[in-house]
C-alpha cells in the first residue's frame, strides 16, 4: 500500500508534503506531484500537511479520486523516474489523464 495525491493538487503544487516526505519519495510533474509507490514507506507524514486534503492513503481514496491510484503507478512506469525525488528534480510531464484534467485556477 502507498499514500495517493490526487485531484486536489492538479495546477496547486503546495509542495508542503514534500518536504515532510523523508524518503523523497514525491516526485514534481508538470501540473501535480506524484507519489512513487515503490519508495513511500507509508509513513503517513505527507497526508496532515496538504493544504489541499488532496493526499490519501491508498484505501482510503474516495470512489471519485480511485482513478489516481492508476494514475500514480502509470506515471512513474512511464517516466522511470526513481531513486529520489531531489535529485532527479521536476519531472516537466504528466500522466495523460492529468494532462488532459481541465485547467484549474
Known sequence: MTYV???GCI???FRDCVLECPVDAIYEGDRTLYINPDE???CGACEPVC?????WYEDDVPDDERAFIDVQVQFFKATGASGG???LG????D???VTAWPPVE
Open 51 to 55: 493544504p489541499r486534503a488532496a493526499i
Open 85 to 87: 525525488a531531489a535529485a
Open 90 to 93: 521536476p519531472i516537466g510531464q
Open 11 to 13: 495546477d496547486k503544487k
Open 40 to 42: 513511500c514507506v507509508d
Open 5 to 7: 495525491i490526487g485531484s
Open 95 to 97: 500522466e495523460p489523464r
